[in-house]
């Protein structure tokens, strides 16, 4: 079982940055890909980019890339999402979740995660 919890969120400007936190319970949190997602009201809810349980591979939707950048401290067991020029189409509920999933298009996929944080949330004003 692991338990995810989120903070950092807020209201940013546009164009200014945004730094979220996902710490997690347990000892097992380097056997877990981590996620984050996102969900803006009436919208359904839309990965954002995971990290390998390593650290060393990332991906990421096409509409952060460039501007968002995910990392993980294993010995904290906390993962982060940084964004950059933070956009108004960016508000939303930010959510990190846990999966054990080992293929790279498979972790673009809600179900592929298991446990999942209570969200964030974020709002980017223009």
């Known amino acids: 079982q692991v338990q995810l919890v989120e903070s950092g969120g807020g209201l940013v400007q546009a164009g200014g940055s945004l730094r979220l936190s996902c710490a997690a319970s347990?000892?097992?949190?380097?056997?877990?890909?981590m996620g984050w997602f996102r969900q803006a009201p009436g919208k359904e809810r839309e990965f954002v980019g995971v990290?390998?349980?390593?650290?060393?591979?990332?991906y990421y939707a096409d509409s952060v890339k460039g501007r968002f950048t995910i990392s993980r401290d294993n010995a904290k067991n906390t993962v982060y999402l940084q964004m950059n020029s933070v956009k108004p189409e960016d508000t939303a509920i930010y959510c990190c979740?846990?999966?054990?999933?080992?293929?790279?298009?498979?972790?673009?996929?809600?179900?592929?995660?298991?446990?999942w944080g209570q969200g964030t949330q974020v709002t980017a004003s223009s």
């Open positions: 990290i390998s349980r390593s650290g060393m591979m990332t």
């Open positions: 979740a846990a999966s054990t999933s080992l293929l790279p298009d498979r972790l673009r996929e809600v179900a592929a995660f298991t446990f």
């Open positions: 347990g000892r097992t949190f380097s056997s877990y890909a």
